[in-house]
């Protein structure tokens, strides 16, 4: 067994007993592999082992992987765009992903929206939410998502699945379950006022427990599937 499929294999495990512990059942929480700065054979040696989701943060080193997998015949790969989203570079996420979960404003959902290809099935979205506030992050405030949502999910390019959200490393557990429980109560309000969202993209290798508690549906890991990146691509 490759290293990568041992390691998918003790997530897998992670996220059953996270959610065991929750009371959750079974397989209610997606595995997103985050596999940036890491090779299109790492990702295939993931596919081997059955993993279908992946996650690219930068969008040019996505696009290529993306390519060079297609031309090897990979079949049925789903691709996430998980990194900062440019409205002047929306183009390639458009035309090259299944997914984007990082929109935080209109013009790039907008944008997103009229660069689908129409052949393509509609770009799935989540809209990302600065849970825990400082103004130089990313994501829009939570009192603003409901606005922002409604206006995405009207977009007729783009079908809106639900938010995100990359909180700052808590200190323990029990603060980490405070600010994801605060996405997931904006969710369920969002869910409250009519809107159908089923994605709840947070966790990440070190907090997917916490997430798992808290109510997140998708977990992204990068590290504890592929080891730890040697090379930060540039944004
Ligand atoms: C890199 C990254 C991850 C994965 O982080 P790990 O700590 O390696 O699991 C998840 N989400 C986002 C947005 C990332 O940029």
């Known amino acids: 067994m490759s290293m990568i ?8 495990a992670r996220i059953e007993l996270a959610c065991a512990r929750a009371g959750r059942p079974s397989g209610s929480v997606q595995l997103l592999a985050v596999s940036k700065t890491f090779d299109a054979e790492a ?19 996505g696009v290529e992987k993306v390519q060079q997998l297609r031309a090897a015949g990979l079949a049925g790969i789903e691709w996430h765009c998980i990194g900062p989203l440019q409205s002047n570079k929306t183009r390639p996420v458009a035309e090259h992903f299944d997914w984007a979960h990082t929109v935080d404003r209109l013009k790039v959902a907008q944008r997103l929206s009229e660069q689908r290809p129409p052949e393509l099935p509609p770009l799935q979205v989540c809209v990302q939410v600065n849970v825990d506030g400082g103004p130089n992050k990313s994501g829009v405030l939570p009192e603003q998502a409901l606005e922002l949502a409604q206006a995405v999910a009207a977009l007729p390019r783009l079908r809106l699945r639900g938010l ?21 109560a904006l969710f369920d309000a969002l869910n409250a006022q009519g809107l159908a969202l089923d994605t709840l993209s947070m966790g990440m290798s070190d907090d997917l427990e916490a997430a798992v508690a808290s109510g997140s549906t998708l977990v992204r890991v990068g590290s504890a599937i592929f ?4 090379y930060p691509a540039p944004a």
């Open 164 to 184: 995100m959200c990359i909180p700052e490393p808590a200190p323990d557990f029990a603060s980490a379950c405070a600010v994801f429980g605060r996405a997931r």
């Open 43 to 61: 990702v295939r040696q993931a596919w081997s082992a059955g993993q279908r989701a992946f996650g690219e943060n930068y969008v040019q080193e």
């Open 227 to 230: 080891g730890a990146r040697h």
């Open 5 to 12: 499929s041992a390691n998918l294999q003790a997530v897998q």
